[in-house]
């Protein structure tokens, strides 16, 4: 399955969050081999948003907020580098709409 409705990509949660060293779980490190950066968060963006595009969702548990689904795939990052990741969406029970949750590297 595809997302094919509205999605919610806070950009809080890519220059608060992924782009920010962190003393555990830093992703900023992972992403920036690939050129996303605190000074371009929207290239980040645009790669969420073309990796929706053409990847399919495994869903993956069900609550009181929603469905999560893990979509796995490649980001193309603008220095020609690309990082397999996994993405989790996160369809809100109240709106249907597919929440951006986070990513992490691909093993």
Do not use: C
Not at 17 to 42: M, V
Request: hydrophobic share 35%.
């Amino acid at each position: 399955m595809k997302i094919s409705e509205q999605i919610i990509i806070s950009l809080d949660k890519l220059t608060k969050y992924l782009l920010i060293p962190q003393k555990q779980n830093d992703k900023s490190k992972f992403l920036a081999s690939a050129g996303f950066t605190q000074d371009n968060p929207l290239e980040l963006l645009s790669a969420l948003q073309e990796l929706i595009e053409h990847t399919e969702l495994i869903e993956d548990i069900t609550n009181e907020y929603g469905t999560f689904y893990r979509l796995e795939g490649t980001l193309r990052g603008n220095n020609h580098h690309s990082l397999a990741v996994v993405t989790i969406w996160l369809k809100q029970a109240i709106d249907e709409k597919y929440r951006f949750i986070t990513l992490k590297p691909k093993k």
